[in-house]
């Protein structure tokens, strides 16, 4: 529809803006949703959109991918503390929009950006659910996800099965050697791209993975938010916190957990990865270092 009205540059920019956009409203959303105050809501979405190296943001395929992890988590959020009714249409909307992204977006980030959720909302279930944590309770974060799936799976079977009808006449028919998979990973000294804009490029130290790059404004605000953890954790095992002040130090050390997942997913030779590339569909992926790429969001 786009390009009916609009040239090739002008057409790309507005499908550009109109991704970003939507990055913008579902990260001050989600903030929102889960207790963070306005202007750092606000924060959110624009330092996310500046993590990324412009090859990765000006590709309609990839940024039209990224609003999902802020939106999952704004739609798990809402369905958890409605009724019935609502639960349902908060489901419904997650799965049209995961089902979006299958259908328009980079297949190998929407898997990822689903598996990052569902490890945070599993850890949610863990540490901050006020409900009881029991098998019934369990069943509703299951069931919550499972719907969502289900629902996107079917808006994107147009997609879905148009790959599964051509994957048995390319090289991926029986999936990738890992050593193809993690042709791209992070090492010790790509660290130094968390302290630099990302176009700068370091010789014999890093070779410039960009997915790696979260800037510096991220890094310090996680570093930031793990020290807050860490100052607060003896005075929670001596009793002394809020609840407020406990709940908060409970989401900080999930969205901690969830980052350190997707940086050690990102190294050569990681258990994880090595785990996770003989499963299917994860087999048929290339570039481990996309793992990071997602978890960019939740630094």
Not at 6 to 15: A, E, Y
Request: overall charge positive; glycine content about 8%; some cysteine.
């Amino acid at each position: 529809m786009i390009f009916n009205f609009f040239d090739g540059i002008n057409g790309l920019h507005l499908r550009l803006f109109l991704d970003y956009f939507l990055v913008l409203v579902f990260s001050y959303l989600a903030g929102r949703a889960y207790g963070i105050s306005r202007i750092a809501s606000s924060i959110i979405g624009m330092a996310y959109l500046s993590s990324f190296h412009i090859i990765y943001i000006s590709n309609p395929i990839l940024a039209n991918t990224i609003f999902l992890s802020p939106f999952l988590l704004l739609v798990f959020r809402k369905a958890l503390h409605v009724g019935m009714v609502k639960r349902f249409l908060w489901i419904a909307f997650g799965g049209i929009g995961f089902g979006w992204a299958l259908l328009s977006g980079n297949a190998q980030i929407t898997v990822y950006i689903l598996s990052l959720f569902t490890l945070f909302a599993a850890l949610y279930f863990l540490l901050i659910w006020e409900g009881k944590k029991n098998l019934r309770g369990a069943a509703v974060f299951a069931v919550i996800i499972a719907s969502i799936v289900i629902i996107g799976v079917l808006v994107g079977l147009p997609q879905i099965l148009a790959s599964a009808k051509h994957t048995p006449l390319t090289a991926r028919s029986g999936g990738l050697p890992y050593e193809i998979t993690a042709g791209r990973n992070i090492g010790p000294w790509d660290f130094i791209l968390f302290l630099f804009p990302n176009y700068l490029y370091f010789p014999y130290l890093s070779e410039g993975r960009y997915a790696m790059y979260i800037g510096a404004f991220m890094f310090f605000m996680a570093l930031a938010a793990l020290a807050f953890a860490a100052s607060r954790l003896k005075l929670f095992f001596r009793g002394n916190l809020s609840s407020e002040e406990i709940d908060k130090l409970k989401l900080v050390t999930i969205f901690a957990c969830v980052s350190i997942f997707a940086l050690i997913d990102s190294f050569w030779k990681s258990p994880i990865s090595y785990v996770l590339k003989h499963l299917p569909v994860f087999k048929f992926f290339r570039y481990i270092d996309r793992w990071m790429f997602v978890g960019t969001f939740y630094w």
